[in-house]
């Protein structure tokens, strides 16, 4: 008889009898009461919607920082706090969102993303005069806020709806779809808002903008009120099963979950300054590709965009095969090595690209730096799930996200500096100095692969039972 050992973060379920739906997948051959909906694919692309909203307007005024600069009379570095808000609104509110979270669950604390993703939309409708900065930087900080209750929710969306097969691109998808976002701005706001003579002239695209985005918005938060939905009725995987098992017997709070993740487990902590340290160079990026690549290629705004795009878009479809090359192999440790190593490698490319000034070498350079860079947000939220299991997604996850915002938070400016101080070639420098730490900090992070003991155990458990009701018949 196979002995199972069980840990504090094991906890073993009774044995349920599953059952069949029509129009459903379902689980088959498993001991609890499992089951797969087809919705799932439903909620996943409303979330995206919602992610796409609301990262579009993160970088929308640093991508043409020098434009804006020039339109609203300000410094670059206020420009630059448009994007900084949003990494510094994410570390202070993050917290209390998440507390809220686990009271109203997943689709409220969506609909309170997207709600307030419009009304920063709408707010900077008012904003297309070039005296009216403060108002754009409300009507941001109202999107900043929104952040903390849409990036936390990738990792617990997919493990809410999505079997234990397509856990890796499910998360992949909700987290890309923020990038998705991020791209579509790169493409259009260097195209439509470009560096005229006439300051009239750029207010009326950017109005144009405004406009366009707020309506958008609105479409979406109506569409995620009366579609989106909270968990399903059943658990999708036999770990989400064990999961729920687990809160229901052990009660615990958001405060013990925080206390236990930052106090007793060390391959978080360390995956933690890992994601902050790697992610923070993608999150920099949007702010400091401008200086970097306008300094080699003058007046090239549309070129700018271009490759900014292609850095997340082709970095979203490659993560994407990576995660679900991660789901069937379960290769964790050995993807994030490679994955982080080749961040290090694309960004010297990148670096050697722009000084010899050979443009499609930088579109190449940059599309493969952005694979590495996004492939390991997955890869970190999934490592994260593993070594957190069974603590709710929402809570350690949402930790993990803090590290990439605020290391973005204070890396943007150092770089930012660097270059002006310095020079293009001493940011390069300083970028490969962080991403080689992140590089030595995940080769050295031996994480337990907790989530996939508790799948290992329903296996298990489940040939056992089968074993002997297959003696009963005899």
């Known amino acids: 008889m196979t002995n199972l050992q069980i840990t504090e973060n094991d906890t073993v379920h009774p044995l349920k009898t599953g ?12 001991p609890y009461k499992v089951q797969v909906f087809k919705r799932r694919w439903l909620q996943l692309f409303l979330f995206a919607l919602c992610g796409m909203c609301s990262s579009y307007q993160w970088p929308q005024f640093t991508i043409i920082g020098h434009i804006i600069s020039r339109y609203y009379g300000v410094s670059i570095s206020a420009v630059a706090s448009t994007s900084i808000m949003l990494m510094v609104a994410y570390s202070v509110f993050l917290f209390p969102a998440l507390f809220l979270m686990e009271r109203i669950g997943i689709k409220w604390s969506v609909v309170i993303g997207a709600v307030l993703t419009c009304l920063g939309a709408w707010i900077k409708v008012f904003a297309a005069a070039p005296d009216r ?20 929710v990738p990792g617990k969306l997919a493990a809410f709806w999505f079997g234990k097969d397509q856990l890796a691109l499910a998360t ?5 779809a923020v990038h998705v976002g991020l791209s579509i701005c790169f493409l259009t706001v260097p195209i439509f808002v470009g560096n005229h003579d006439d300051v009239e002239e750029i207010g009326h695209t950017l109005s144009v903008i405004y406009w366009t985005l707020a309506i958008a918005c609105s479409v979406v ?5 009366f579609l989106f939905q909270d968990e399903p009725p059943m658990a999708p995987s036999e770990s989400r099963a064990f999961q729920k098992s687990a809160h229901e017997c052990l009660d615990r709070g958001v405060l013990v979950s925080f206390k236990r993740l930052l106090t007793k487990n060390s391959s978080f902590i360390i995956l933690w300054n890992t994601y902050g340290l790697i992610v923070s160079i993608f999150y920099s990026m949007a702010t400091i590709w401008n200086p970097l690549f306008l300094t080699h290629f003058k007046n090239c705004e549309v070129d700018l ?13 490659g993560s994407v095969i990576i995660a679900s090359i991660l789901d069937k192999t379960k290769k964790f440790r050995v ?8 961040a290090v490698l694309f960004e010297i490319l990148l670096a050697v690209t722009l000084n010899v000034e050979i443009k499609w070498m930088v579109y190449l350079s940059l599309s493969l730096f952005g694979i590495a860079q996004l ?13 957190t299991y069974p603590e709710p997604q929402a809570v350690s996850m949402g930790i993990l996200s803090i590290a990439g915002q605020l290391y973005g938070a204070i890396v943007t400016p150092i770089i930012l500096k660097v270059i002006n101080v310095y020079g293009d070639a001493a940011g390069h420098v300083a970028m490969l100095a962080i991403l080689s730490l992140g590089t030595l900090l995940t080769i050295s992070n031996k994480i337990d692969l907790h989530r996939q003991r508790a799948e290992e155990h329903a296996a298990q458990y489940n040939a056992l ?7 009963i018949d005899k």
């Open 19 to 30: 059952y069949t739906e029509e129009n459903e997948d379902t689980v088959t051959g498993s």
């Open 133 to 152: 900065f403060p108002v754009l930087l409300i009507g941001q900080a109202l999107v900043a806020m929104s952040q903390v209750f849409i990036c936390s």
């Open 172 to 176: 992949a998808i909700g987290c890309y």
């Open 221 to 225: 938060t109506l569409a995620v009120l």
């Open 305 to 317: 965009g271009i490759t900014s795009v292609l850095n997340c878009l082709l970095g979203t479809i």
């Open 335 to 342: 993807i994030a090595i490679t994955v982080t190593s080749s």
């Open 375 to 387: 492939s390991f947000s997955a890869i970190g939220f999934e490592l994260c799930a593993e070594a």
């Open 465 to 471: 039972s089968q074993g002997i009701l297959h003696k």
